[in-house]
Antibody, heavy 116, light 108 residues
């Protein structure tokens, strides 16, 4: 059974970079596997951050103003999310999910707090 | 951007009862709508995609219907494990994928 697990910095200082990894187990991310990142905060609900298509194509939420990068390391079966120049508004639970239209597998989520 | 609106915000239901949740899109999304269940402290779980197709392992008491701008999720006989927040999500025009604000199903 496919499992996704997010990990990374749980506390990030303002203006620094949030870095998360989504490790996939129980299956390979080769082939047509696409990964989409979301975040969820009480005030904004579920928000799309960006995705990486199985071809390597990426796209990001314009509201993040060029601060985000998503990449893949197929040798490690994992995806990565970097969000630069964070502010308190980036405090949220971050999820990775499999899919590009609807999302059938999700990581358990990781809470990232932006605070000095 | 397509806006998804769910109603009601909260519904109080007794175990064994039938409950119907609504989701409306600001423009047609054809059948490209998914429903998710989210329990406290957990990730969303896909229940329904393409408006009415149950995801793998989802019990038959969950059913989805609708197309265009109006959709419903019905739980035919609510079980204790079904108390949660339910979200609809459109994928007709993406990105962005957009979600409704959620409907909380609570114990009456």
């Amino acid at each position: 059974q496919l499992q996704l697990r997010e990990s990374g910095s749980g506390l990030v200082k303002p203006s620094q970079t949030l870095s998360l990894t989504c490790a996939v187990s129980g299956g390979s991310i080769s082939g047509d596997y696409s990964c989409t990142w979301f975040r969820q905060s009480p005030g904004k609900g579920l928000e799309w951050i960006g995705y990486i298509y199985h071809t390597g194509t990426t796209d990001y939420n314009p509201s993040l103003k060029g601060r985000v990068t998503i990449s893949v390391d197929r040798s490690k079966n994992q995806f990565s999310l970097n969000l630069r120049s964070v502010t308190a508004a980036d405090t949220a639970i971050y999820y990775c999910a499999r899919g590009i239209r609807y999302f059938d597998s999700w990581g358990q989520g990781t809470l990232v707090t932006v605070s000095s | 951007e397509i806006v998804m609106t769910q109603s009601p915000a909260t519904v109080s239901v007794s175990p064994g009862e039938r409950v119907t949740l609504s989701c409306r899109a600001s423009q047609s999304v054809s059948i490209h709508l998914a429903w998710y269940q989210q329990k406290s402290g957990q990730a969303p779980r896909l229940l329904i995609y393409n408006g009415s197709t149950r995801a793998t392992g989802i019990p038959a008491r969950f059913s989805g219907s609708g197309s265009g701008t109006e959709f419903t999720l019905t739980i035919s006989s609510l079980q204790s494990e079904d108390f949660a927040v339910y979200y609809c999500q459109q994928y007709n025009n993406w990105p962005p994928w957009t979600f409704g604000q959620g409907t909380k199903v609570e114990v009456k």
